[in-house]
């Protein structure tokens, strides 16, 4: 499968700034993560339906992947964010949402 990481307007990668912003085994933990949906093993990790069309991965202690499949081929990681709490922040919630739907409009599609 083929990863697309967000990239805002002047080209920063908020998925890699975010995982090598971590701890060691934190590092380790987000990049299995990310060669597993390389490698269409996406049943190997943690992941729920968080709203609409989009799954949020779990991976060591409290730390949150969000994701499209776009279909069998494409997946896009849209945001990456420490979860402290059961319920996703509301800054973090806003965040993903509007990526989705702006990821949604580029590629004719309706995610959320």
Same mark, same amino acid.
């Given at each position: 499968? +083929?990863?697309?990481?967000? &990239? !805002?307007?002047?080209? *920063?990668?908020? $998925?890699?700034?975010?995982?090598?912003?971590?701890?060691?085994?934190?590092?380790?933990?987000?990049?299995?993560?990310?060669? =597993? /949906?390389?490698?269409?093993?996406?049943?190997?990790?943690?992941? &729920?339906?968080?709203?609409? *069309? $989009?799954?949020?991965?779990?991976?060591?202690?409290?730390?949150?992947?969000?994701?499209?499949?776009?279909?069998?081929?494409? =997946?896009? /990681?849209?945001? =990456?964010?420490? &979860?402290? +709490?059961?319920? !996703?922040?509301?800054?973090?919630?806003? $965040?993903?949402?509007?990526? =989705? +739907?702006?990821?949604?409009?580029?590629?004719?599609?309706? /995610?959320?």
């Amino acid at each position: 499968m +083929k990863i697309h990481q967000y &990239k !805002t307007a002047g080209g *920063k990668d908020v $998925i890699d700034e975010y995982i090598l912003s971590l701890s060691h085994d934190e590092r380790r933990d987000g990049h299995s993560v990310i060669k =597993a /949906f390389e490698e269409n093993r996406i049943d190997e990790v943690r992941s &729920k339906l968080w709203r609409g *069309k $989009i799954w949020e991965v779990y991976f060591y202690r409290d730390n949150r992947l969000f994701y499209v499949v776009v279909d069998n081929e494409d =997946a896009y /990681f849209i945001h =990456a964010c420490r &979860k402290q +709490k059961n319920k !996703t922040e509301k800054q973090d919630s806003k $965040i993903v949402v509007q990526r =989705a +739907k702006d990821l949604g409009r580029e590629l004719l599609k309706k /995610f959320i």
